[in-house]
């Protein structure tokens, strides 16, 4: 069997070094795409090879080369429009990438698919979408991982789950959208990023490459109200792309609760359409039972989905992918895994134990991630009051990101207030000496006096700089420590100004 390597286009890279800092003649660009051409017929004859072989360990090892390969492509085109006169994006980042075998890696799903075919008990089923309102309670646990390590991972998750075939041509892995609306303001976003107790409410769009392409879903996620206690819930009605523009004009759909109330929560808002995503995705859930769903998000993209003029511009942006190197647009490179476990209350229902040794098993970190959230921190850092906390963490997980910029650093404000706040106390303890020096001035000799002053400025001057470095820290995204040594050190100073105080004062 091939090695587990990706594609090799060394020669491709080696044309771009030569010519560095030199003109990119239409000669190189010419010797450029042959090179290319010549690399990416050797990538899918080892592809090819790989996928002729069967079982888990086959399927495991093309799938890792082709995550592997497709990252080395994307990193080559990025770098010759990056270097070059010439761009690639426009004719590259839709049809003709997707068209590669390598590229999407189908074919490797396709063979899960004839795996599990294989035990009768978790055959590969068609489900119904979901029209519904989701009134049941449910605990989300999300993780995030290697996208050439989600084959493994789902392989060990077939014995226990069927897969999910969409309807068309039986595919079990489809490209997913959504369109996120939000106000002037992003008051969605703010909300939900500070987790607010009453609740977080979501605005989208969903459609599926595999559906009908005139098929729309409109969706309102409503997370977990702390206070009441009223549980999530996710209400979803389909519309048709003709009707789009009347909905997102706050008008809705008489005869359809679910996208009046959608209409109308667009109109209190004013929102429009703010961020695009997509991801292709699989998914694992036995028939007509809710209790455990799994889902596997990989290549997830956000773009700007931008107004111009008052007018949405959705017919213009319409594709399946995104601009892979489009300057308002931000790839999340590794694998979004969410499970989605049945029940909640006072204590959140745990996965099942097969579920948990597969997780401990395999390199997943549990990162509470949100695409939108995601997205809007990375694109508009500008535009929003802070970002959420787990935002850094995502951002040190990744391996490869093709970000044009690295997103600015936004604070929580009640972080900010804690902060000053702790200051303020240290100013406080400064006002034990000064209140003495005040209070028993003609009692005192003026040693004491200089002693008292001297304290007090010493504990200011340790509070302002407490202060200055956490901000700094806070800044950088790095995380606060205890100032151990810092402590220690005024409890002496505090202790001893007691001791020496009493030793010195007249207490005629």
């Known amino acids: 069997m091939p090695s587990e390597v990706s594609g090799d286009f060394t020669r491709c890279f080696w044309i771009l070094e030569k010519y560095k800092g030199q003109a990119f003649s239409e000669v190189a660009e010419a010797h450029f795409l042959e090179e290319l051409d010549s690399s990416l017929q050797t990538v899918d004859v080892q592809y090819q090879k790989m996928l002729n072989e069967r079982g888990k360990a086959a399927a495991s090892s093309a799938w890792r080369f082709s995550r592997r ?59 119904k979408p979901a029209m519904d309102a989701e009134n049941f309670e449910r605990t989300s646990y999300k ?22 075939i969409f309807k068309k041509d039986g595919q079990v892995l489809a490209a997913t ?61 389909r519309i048709e792309k003709s009707s789009l523009m009347d909905l997102l004009q706050g ?29 292709r995705r699989v998914c694992f859930q036995v028939p007509d039972d809710a209790s455990l769903r799994i889902t596997v998000d990989l290549d997830f993209e956000a773009v700007l989905e931008g107004v111009s003029k008052g007018v949405w511009q959705f017919e213009k942006k319409l594709g399946p992918y995104v601009h892979f190197a489009s300057q308002d647009a931000v790839q999340y490179p590794l694998a979004i895994v969410e499970i989605k476990v049945q029940g909640g209350g006072e204590y959140d229902p745990p996965m099942p134990a097969w579920l948990e040794k597969i997780v401990e098993a395999h390199n997943m970190v549990e990162l509470e991630i949100s695409k939108y959230l995601f997205a809007v921190a990375a694109l508009l850092p500008n535009e929003i009051a802070y970002v959420p906390e787990w935002f850094h963490d995502s951002l040190a997980l990744q391996t490869e990101v093709h970000q044009k910029k690295k997103p600015s650093v936004r604070i929580d404000p009640r972080t900010i207030l804690k902060t000053e706040n702790i200051t303020l106390k240290w100013f406080g303890v400064a006002t034990i000496p000064l209140g003495s020096v005040i209070v028993s001035s003609r009692r005192v000799s003026r040693t004491l006096h200089l002693v008292s002053l001297s304290f007090s400025i010493l504990i200011i001057v340790y509070a302002t700089r407490l202060y200055l470095l956490r901000v700094e820290l806070l800044t950088n995204g790095k995380a606060l420590l205890p100032d151990r040594k810092g ?13 020496l105080y009493t030793l010195m004062i007249d207490f005629e």
Not at 89 to 97: D, N, V, Y
Not at 256 to 271: N, Q, T, V, Y
């Open 69 to 127: 390969s497709r990252a080395k492509l994307l990193e080559l085109l990025a770098q010759h429009d990056k270097s070059t006169k010439f761009s690639l994006a426009k004719t590259w980042s839709r049809g003709h990438l997707n068209a590669l075998p390598f590229f999407t890696g189908s074919q490797v799903c396709e063979q899960l698919r004839s795996l599990a075919g294989a035990d009768a008990r978790h055959t590969p089923y068609a489900m």
């Open 251 to 279: 008008r809705g759909l008489l005869g359809s609760p679910i996208l009046e109330e959608f209409a109308k929560k667009i109109g209190l808002l004013h929102a429009t359409p703010v961020i695009r995503t997509t991801s």
């Open 177 to 237: 959208h959504s369109i996120y609306l939000d106000g002037e303001d992003l008051p969605l976003y703010h909300k939900k990023a500070s987790k607010d107790p009453d609740g977080a409410v979501l605005l989208r769009l969903r459609w599926y490459d595999v559906d009908d392409p005139d098929a729309f879903y409109a969706e309102t996620k409503v997370s977990k109200n702390k206070v009441t206690r009223e549980p999530a819930k996710k209400t979803r009605a």
């Open 143 to 164: 993780f995030v991982m290697k996208s050439e390590d989600t084959v493994d991972f789902m392989c060990e998750v077939l014995p226990h789950l069927p897969l999910h």
């Open 487 to 499: 402590m220690v050190l005024a409890a002496v100073c505090l202790c001893a100004y007691g001791i």
